[in-house]
């Protein structure tokens, strides 16, 4: 049956609000996260979604048209790492536009498909809807090799005393807690202030609420048995443009940009280097292969301490059934300029640094699969150990946006050393967002953690998420960090994993059900 021209003008309004929407929504996410507009987007659209019935076919489309845009101007971030080689994807960016707000506009709308199960209750279809919305979260996190950016519980990362709840229940339960938070607003929003609506939206309202007030108590925690003893640690950022890090002329000059910023000293107002014990530089930082390589390994003992050490992002070559095989790596030196012991990346960004189904490419397809190389995939959750430094484990770059997939299970250690290169996304909000994942990891874990970046924000971080010291985005310069003993803390969550969130998703499902099924008796709304 045809539309008349009222209703395609107020499909078409609602088709462009529903997408401005998810694009004003986004600003939840560093580095806007404390901006009210996006909140106030995000909540007209839940209000909007629970507060009426609609067929499972309109909530689809709009719950996918709102998803698209959250993503696409969340994620925009990522289109500048096509514009960094010669300008040879740049042609791809509307696609890859398109491909993120095709795929992750479904993590918005199968959760509202699900919220009719809720039928005439809105507080049913509210609860199954955050439900099921943290289920994706956490689907997202592994599926296709895992895309977890901007997990809503990040959002909250604005203030770090309000994160503190994830050492309970993790970022996903954190999400969970927001969803809750924002969909009792709505539910009051979309109820018109009635009576039968004040009362349920005052417990999913003031439960997170009380929640989040409750673990704030841990950001002012302090261990009975804190010692004297500290590492000092010193971030050394260059921020060399990405265009320029891998040019065969400026390699060596590279390589003495950050010997030469290691080495400053009390004449520059930091602490002369001997008093360090750790120097960080940051992913693929040295463009020799030290292990193989006497000469640049005997000059790079300049920039490290006496008695002290220097970790550096490096990749590695190895031989590995009669072919060479690279790994993005991380290297632990001492002052002799001995490699005491190494890390390598263990899980590879697909397409870029290794490519999917490769061998099951058409022919077409060979030249653009050729710019893409291999790596090595390196040990998952192996610690780094060295005499002289606490047991550290390692993360690169991606990696350290994966809850619970950082630390070593049986043999948790005190510092998680994560080396990232932030200078493929520029001036964006990508790296806002990633040195957010590392609070998280940090308060989720109970664990220091130390990011160095080439370009990007590095930081420590205490295991609270505070953060001790940091260098900002796109300036070149080095930070001396005295961190405090004991570098970790036990934390319930890092203990039994996302087996907490999980179990309060089914928990509240069966309420929901619970409450479906009640009203519907006695034929409430």
């Known amino acids: ?9 107020y499909f078409t309004g609602l088709f462009f609000a529903l997408l401005i929407g998810g694009a004003i929504s986004s600003l939840i996410f560093p580095p806007f996260q404390n901006m009210l507009w996006g909140y106030v987007a995000l909540v007209l659209f839940l209000a909007y979604l629970l507060g009426v019935e609609h067929s499972k076919k309109k909530l689809f489309w709009s719950a996918y048209c709102f998803g698209a845009t959250f993503y696409i101007v969340g994620f925009s971030w990522i289109n500048n790492a096509l514009l960094i080689d010669s300008g040879k994807f740049e042609a791809f960016i509307p696609l890859l536009v398109l491909a993120v707000g095709a795929f992750f506009g479904l993590f918005w709308a199968i959760p509202a498909v699900f919220s009719v199960y809720g039928k005439q209750n809105i507080y049913s279809r509210a609860l199954i809807f955050c439900i099921f919305y943290v289920l994706w979260e956490w689907v997202r996190s592994f599926i296709f090799t895992g895309v977890p950016w901007n997990l809503l519980g990040s959002a909250l990362s604005f203030d770090v005393r309000y994160i503190q709840g994830a050492a309970w229940i993790g970022t996903y339960g954190l999400s969970l807690v927001l969803l809750l938070l924002l969909c009792g607003i709505a539910i009051l929003i979309s109820g018109g202030w009635q009576k039968r609506f004040y009362k349920g939206s005052l417990l999913f309202i003031l439960l997170p609420l009380l929640f989040i007030y409750a673990t704030t108590y841990r950001y002012h925690q302090k261990s009975d048995i804190i ?7 010193r971030l050394v950022q260059p921020s060399i443009p990405q265009t320029f890090k891998w040019q065969p002329e400026s390699l060596y000059k590279n390589f003495r940009t950050y010997i030469d910023l290691s080495k400053k000293g009390s004449e520059n107002g930091y602490l002369s280097l001997d008093e360090v014990d750790l120097v960080v530089w940051g992913e693929t930082a040295t463009p020799y292969f030290l292990d193989r390589d006497e ?14 050490f220097l970790a550096t992002g490096i990749l590695r070559l190895t031989m590995e059934k009669g072919e060479i095989v690279p790994y993005n790596s991380l290297f632990v030196l001492n002052d002799e ?3 005491k012991d190494y890390y390598d990346k263990a899980h590879l960004v697909p397409f870029g640094e290794y490519l999917p189904f490769r061998e099951h490419l058409p022919s077409f397809m060979k030249p653009v699969a050729d710019i893409v190389g291999t790596l090595g995939k390196g040990e998952k ?11 550290m484990g390692g993360a690169i770059c991606y990696e350290s946006i994966f809850p619970k997939e950082v630390l070593n299970p049986q043999e948790k250690p005190e510092v998680l050393l994560v080396l990232a290169n932030d200078g493929w996304y520029g001036i964006s909000s990508g790296p806002y967002q990633h040195l957010a994942a590392a609070q998280m990891r940090a308060v989720e874990e109970g664990v220091t953690v130390i990011r160095s970046a080439n370009n990007g924000i590095s930081a420590v971080i205490a295991a609270n998420g505070e953060i001790l010291g940091k260098i900002d985005l796109d300036k070149a310069e080095i930070t001396d960090v005295a ?9 319930f969550y890092g203990k039994y994993g996302n087996v907490i969130p999980l179990g309060l998703t ?3 499902l069966i309420v929901a059900l619970a409450l479906s099924g009640y009203f519907n008796r006695k034929n409430i709304s």
């Open 295 to 308: 000469v640049h390994r005997a000059e790079i003992k300049e920039a490290i301490p006496q008695g002290g």
């Open 227 to 233: 010692s004297a003893d500290k590492l000092v640690v």
């Open 381 to 391: 959750y192996k610690n780094i150990r060295v005499d002289g430094l606490p047991l």
């Open 1 to 9: 049956m045809a539309m008349n021209l009222k209703e395609r003008f």
């Open 483 to 491: 961190i405090s003993k004991p570098l970790s803390l036990t934390t």
């Open 337 to 339: 300029g001995e490699i």
């Open 506 to 508: 089914v928990l509240l």
